[in-house]
């Protein structure tokens, strides 16, 4: 994942809470759209990235559990269900770790893709204002 882009988006985002949006002129209007635009087919790529590793780090989690599980049930020692279970999860912690982790960029990356397109929205809907505006005369 790269930090810089999501670090410029959430600068873009810091400005626009922070400034009021009648207060931007068109032309600052538009090319944030675009750097938007670009940035947000950046973070769809992001998610096709993460998504699958994501996915396979689930797999590994569970194959590799389902192998320790078997083996401490198999085991000479007399071990109750739990007993493997525990000694299961005990192993697999570092995979569950990781898994988490990737789960939660992907969260993440999804949620700023939607905050984007959702200022996009916005950004557009302001042009199409003031473009109505500027047909009406009411602004020279």
Not at 16 to 22: D, G, K, P
Not at 33 to 43: G, I, Q, T
Not at 119 to 135: A, F, G, H, P
Request: glycine share 4%.
């Amino acid at each position: 994942m790269n930090k810089e882009i999501i670090e410029k988006i959430n600068n873009i985002i810091d400005h626009y809470r922070n400034t009021e949006i009648v207060k931007l002129d068109g032309n600052f209007l538009s090319q944030t759209a675009v750097k938007l635009a670009a940035y947000k087919v950046n973070l769809g790529e992001f998610i096709g990235e993460i998504e699958p590793k994501a996915n396979a780090k689930e797999i590994e989690r569970k194959n590799k559990w389902s192998d320790l599980y078997a083996e401490a049930r198999q085991s000479e020692e007399k071990r109750t269900v739990d007993d493997c279970k525990a000694i299961a999860d005990k192993q697999v912690r570092k995979l569950v770790s990781a898994e988490i982790n990737l789960k939660n960029d992907l969260i993440l990356v999804k949620n700023l893709r939607q905050d984007v397109g959702d200022l996009i929205s916005t950004i557009q809907s302001r042009l199409s204002y003031l473009k109505q505006e500027r047909q009406d005369g009411n602004i020279d």
